[in-house]
Each structure stands twice: as C-alpha cells, then as structure tokens.
C-alpha cells in the first residue's frame, strides 16, 4: 500500500513504525541498485509487492497467533472504523482517516453497530426513567 498523507498513532504503534522504516532503509541499501523503490510501506527486500494472497494470509496467520477471530483483511478497515465510533472519536476524524469526501459516507457505509453496544443502549434509555425500572424488575419476579 503506498504511503499516503500523515495519520497520528499512538504512541507504541508510531514506535513501531518509526523500527519498520529503519529496516526498510536498511534493506534499500543493502539491496543497492537491484531496489525497486514503490513507494511502499510493506514490501519484499528488494522493494517489490508482496502478492495480495501472500498479505491476505499473512493477516490470517498473525489474527490466528493474537487470538482474534477469523476475518478477512478488508474486514479489519470496517472494524477499526466501527470500533473508532463506538469510542467516541468525531465521525469528521474517522472519515478522514479513511479518506472519505465526506463523513455521510462513512456513516452509510462503516457504522456497524456490536450487539453489545445495542444493549448498552438500551439499558441507557431505562435508566432515564429510573421510575420504570423497579416496575420492570418486579413483574418478572426479579
């Protein structure tokens, strides 16, 4: 994937980062005149693309040894954007992290709500009528 415009980290995954570009420069001089520079972040030694079905199963490989579930690469784009909401970060910041012209699209497209935040929000809603709630927990014989 080529490097795009400047995105904040945080602070362990910028480290990590700034460790994979100084073996990538390592690499490229080592390489010499034989690197075939790409532009990319992720690439063979020689600066050549790895093939999408190498990255799809290294993904696969690494998500499997973390004890994540099983999903595909593309997936982890909506994860993140959906993970990023359910924090509470601006959608404006979530839509330009993803690069979208405007925050409807992402809003249309990476807002998949996690049945536990569903049932978050309605335990919320009951809580605003706290006379409701004991009612509630009498009549199932709570």
Same mark, same amino acid.
């Given at each position: 994937?080529?490097?795009?415009?400047?995105?904040? @980290? =945080?602070?362990? !995954?910028?480290?990590? @980062?700034?460790?994979?570009?100084?073996?990538?420069?390592?690499?490229?001089? %080592?390489?010499?005149? %034989?690197?075939? =520079?790409?532009? @990319?972040?992720?690439?063979?030694? =020689?600066? *050549?693309?790895?093939? #999408?079905?190498?990255?799809?199963?290294?993904?696969?490989?690494?998500?499997?040894?973390?004890?994540?579930?099983?999903?595909? +690469?593309?997936?982890?784009?909506? !994860?993140?954007?959906? +993970?990023? +909401?359910?924090?509470?970060?601006?959608?404006?910041?979530?839509? *330009?992290?993803?690069?979208?012209?405007?925050?409807?699209?992402?809003?249309? @497209?990476?807002?998949?709500?996690?049945?536990?935040?569903?049932?978050?929000? %309605?335990? !919320?809603?009951?809580?605003?009528? #706290?006379?409701?709630?004991?009612?509630?927990?009498?009549? !199932?014989?709570?």
């Amino acid at each position: 994937m080529p490097v795009s415009g400047p995105c904040p @980290l =945080d602070s362990g !995954t910028a480290e990590l @980062l700034r460790a994979h570009l100084r073996q990538l420069k390592e690499e490229r001089l %080592a390489a010499g005149e %034989a690197y075939q =520079d790409h532009g @990319l972040l992720f690439c063979r030694e =020689d600066g *050549t693309p790895y093939s #999408p079905d190498h990255v799809s199963k290294r993904f696969q490989r690494l998500a499997a040894e973390a004890d994540l579930p099983p999903i595909r +690469l593309h997936e982890a784009r909506h !994860t993140a954007a959906t +993970l990023a +909401l359910e924090a509470g970060i601006d959608r404006k910041i979530v839509s *330009t992290r993803l690069g979208h012209s405007t925050v409807r699209i992402t809003e249309d @497209l990476y807002t998949h709500v996690r049945q536990a935040v569903e049932d978050q929000a %309605a335990e !919320t809603v009951l809580r605003v009528l #706290p006379d409701r709630a004991p009612k509630r927990a009498e009549k !199932t014989g709570s």
